[in-house]
Each structure stands twice: as C-alpha cells, then as structure tokens.
C-alpha cells in the first residue's frame, strides 16, 4: 500500500506541471480608434441605453416591451440554443470524469464439471477491479479545456441567438406597424379620390367637364382602392411571423391596429475595440479557437505512453456459497501499466497535423467574424445618417406634395386645368407619403440593427 500511495504522489507531482501542447492565448486583432462612418452624426440616446436595462427599452413602447419579453419563454431557437449548450456542458462533465479511477464490481456462481462421470462443482466469486489512467501529459486536461472552451462557445451562442430573434421581432413589429400606416395613407387617399370623383360628376352633371374626366377619375380611384386591399396581405403576415418568433400559433395571436412612430430613438456605436467584447457571435469564435487550440495537446499528448494503475480484490471458491467470505479464499492484485504504440501507420501525425489546421481555420473564422462585425456596423452607420437626412427632405415633399395637390384641385373646379393635373398631383403626393414612410421605417430598422451589431448590451464578462 505504501508503494501505491508512493505512485499516486509521484503522479500529482508530475499532474501540476505543463500539459503538453501550446497555451492558448488570443491572436490580436487591432482595430480601428473609430468607425469611420459614425461622422458627424449622433445617435438620439446622450447616455448608453444599452448599459440600463433591456436594449429595446430605448424605443418605449409597451407593446413591444411585452413581445420580446416572451422571446425568452417560448421562442424554439432559443430553447434549441439552450438545449445545444446543457448538452456542452455534459460533455464537459463527461470529459472531467478522466480525472478519477473506474472502479467496477462484480459476482458470479457457476456450475463445471471437469470430466465425464465426474461430479459437478459450483465456483463462486466475488470481486472489485479497479483501474486509473494517470494523466501525466494533460491528455485529460487537454480534453477538459477543450470541452470547457466549447461550453462557452455554445453559451455565447445562446446570446446570439436570443439577440437576434429580439432583433428580428423589433424589426417585424415595425413593418407590421409601418402597414398600419400604410394602409392609413391608403385609406385617407380614397377618401379625397371620391370626394375628387364626386366633384368630376357634379361638374360633368353640369356640363363642365368632359365624361374623360369622370372616368379617369374612377380609374385613379378603383386604382387606390386595388392597393387599399392589397396591403391587407402584408400586415398578416407580419403578425404571423411575430407569432411564431413568441412561440405562438399565427391562428391563436393578433396585434391591434396602431400608427409607425414617427421619432426614431438610436443607441451610440462605441469604439470598434468593444466589438471584440460585446458581440456574442465574437465570443462564439474566440471560444471555438480555444477549445481548436487545446486539441492539439490532446493529439500531441497521444504520441507519449499511457501510465495505468489497475488492481483488484475479492473472494473466490468452490463448493458452498456460505463459505466465500474466509481469508483464505481472499486474492488481490495491483501494478501498474504502460503502453505506448510503436507503429501506427502515422495516425497520430495525421491526427496533429488535423488538429493544427482545425486551429488555423478557427483563427481565420474568428478574424472574419470581427471583420463582417465592423462592417456592419460601418454600413448601419452610413444608412441611418443619411437617411436622418433623407427624412428630412421626404417631410418636406409630402407638404409641398399636400399643398400642391390643394392648388390644382381648386384650379380644376375654377376650370384652369384639366383633370389630369388633379391625377398627376394625387399620384405624386401618395408617392411621397409612401417614400416618407418606407424611409421612417428604414430608420428605425436600422436603429434595430445597429443596437444588435454592437451586441444589444451584452458582455463576454457573462460567459459562465
């Protein structure tokens, strides 16, 4: 027992050093002071919105408030997410097990007969076998790092996951409120087309104006009327699509009838180096380099020879059953083993060699990920300064539009122009309201996406 307990020291001496294979440390990426696009635009928050409280509270709305608060109870992505991360964490569970010994238990009776005519016997037995895979070049260790890295990575998953079905369902609720709005412009304009067709009639009952008139008056109106009814299709199935971002049936959900928002609040952008820390996708793929980085220990680890300690104990006899438990029927054994293979047609190289580029792919995985992070930011920047400004001048071609529109209906009824200047105005502001709105929209999509660009607040700080 002293020589065993003399082992078991010398491995926990040889266990604390360095498990062979490289450290892991992060590659450097280094990023811009500022984005280049941010200019001289600023966003409407002076404070981050994203460090108090969910991010979507910035746009203070109720309805919306309550939406994505259901994102976390019944979206199924995200639960999958979950699921796909406890199932991370049992394998770390299962690789941390190679730490400790394996230890089994086992009895048996058996009846033999030696030769012919001989009488029967009974063998009886009863023992424990043990056995402890030493882990002297952190082959286990390895392979606990590994899965631990993974773990996280899965974590950062859950995140992203969960950051972009909250961006999706922001962004749907929008369009669906933007068809509100629509169908709101819709149906204010064919209410002037009538009142345009009830002033054609008058003036045709009269002999003023032609029958053209008229009819091109009941064309424009059948015409709005058409996209009147057609907008109908859109706003369904933006509800549908919210339904089933919250888990729920599109048949069991419906949304009431509400106008788009017409300020569009924005969260600042920060430095392009909080990127590295504030996107879950980021963390999801320096994570995957990690755990990429420590199977190259395990796969170097294989190249040196295994140390196993293995004993067992137990009682063993023939005859009477009652008679097993007796000293004398007592053996034990206990030694340890090495192995190493001496020939394996190069499966171990390959198996480094695999390793090595598995950790060269990561690497540029991780690269690409911050690249295609600071691109969208940089793209959402671009789009939500120049459409602030865009905006502007849409406002002021839906009044100029109005005011237009007001003019030359009045000059028709003094008979100064014909008709079709009245249909060319009508046309031309629903044009302009629905350019206005499409913008509107556009702005507030893009607030959406630059707040899940940046993270929407999270922090690779909460990696468990």
């Not at 963390?283 to 040196?304: P, S, T």
């Not at 690269?367 to 602030?388: G, I």
């Not at 008709?419 to 709105?437: D, G, N």
Request: proline fraction near 5%; charge should be negative.
């Amino acid at each position: 027992m002293k020589r065993i307990a003399a082992v078991c020291l010398i491995y926990l001496g040889l266990a604390a050093g360095c498990a062979v294979g490289p450290n892991y440390h992060r590659p450097q990426f280094a990023t811009t002071p500022a984005f280049k696009e941010q200019g001289n635009w600023k966003p409407s928050e002076p404070d981050d919105a994203l460090d108090h409280g969910p991010w979507w509270h910035i746009f203070d709305d109720p309805v919306l408030d309550g939406l994505e608060q259901q994102i976390d109870v019944s979206n199924q992505n995200l639960k999958s997410a979950q699921d796909a991360y406890r199932q991370a964490q049992a394998l770390v569970a299962q690789a941390r097990a190679g730490f400790w010994p394996t230890i089994s238990a086992s009895a048996s009776r058996q009846r033999s007969v030696a030769a012919p005519g001989s009488p029967p016997r009974m063998l009886n037995n009863l023992s424990a076998d043990g056995s402890w895979q030493l882990d002297i070049w952190g082959q286990t260790r390895r392979s606990v790092e590994s899965n631990r890295a993974s773990a996280q990575a899965s974590a950062a998953a859950v995140a992203a996951t969960r950051l972009s079905a909250q961006a999706s369902l922001a962004t749907t609720y929008f369009e669906l409120r933007a068809q509100d709005s629509l169908q709101k412009i819709l149906d204010d304009t064919v209410a002037d087309e009538q009142r345009s067709l009830e002033i054609t009639q008058n003036r045709y009952s009269y002999g003023v104006a032609a029958k053209a008139d008229v009819v091109t008056a009941q064309t424009q109106l059948l015409s709005s009327q058409s996209q009147q009814v057609n907008a109908a299709i859109a706003r369904a199935q933006f509800e549908h699509a919210i339904a089933v971002l919250i888990g729920q049936q599109p048949a069991e959900f419906s949304l009431a009838v509400a106008p788009l928002r017409t300020d569009v609040p924005t969260a600042p952008a920060g430095l392009p180096s909080s990127l590295l820390e504030r996107r879950p996708d980021i963390a999801q793929a320096e994570r995957k380099m990690a755990a990429a980085n420590a199977q190259i220990g395990v796969a170097i680890a294989a190249w040196f020879p295994n140390l196993t300690l293995s004993g067992s104990a137990g009682y063993g006899n023939t005859g009477f059953l009652s008679q097993l438990i007796n000293s004398k029927n007592f053996v034990w054994s206990v030694g340890p083993q090495l192995a190493e293979t001496l020939f394996d047609g190069g499966v171990r190289r390959a198996q480094t060699a695999q390793a090595r580029a598995a950790y060269d792919v990561s690497v540029d995985n991780y690269r690409q990920t911050v690249l295609t992070s600071l691109q969208q930011v940089e793209d959402t920047l671009v789009e939500l300064r120049v459409l602030e400004h865009q905006a502007a001048i849409e406002d002021e071609a839906v009044s100029a539009a109005k005011e237009a529109e007001r003019l030359t209906l009045n000059q028709y009824k003094a008979g100064t122009v014909p008709y079709t200047s009245v249909i060319t105005s009508q046309t031309t502001t629903l044009a302009s309201e629905q350019t206005a709105l499409t913008v509107l929209l556009d702005r507030l999509s893009g607030s959406v996406t630059l707040i899940q660009a940046v993270g929407g607040g999270w922090d690779a700080a909460k990696l468990p």
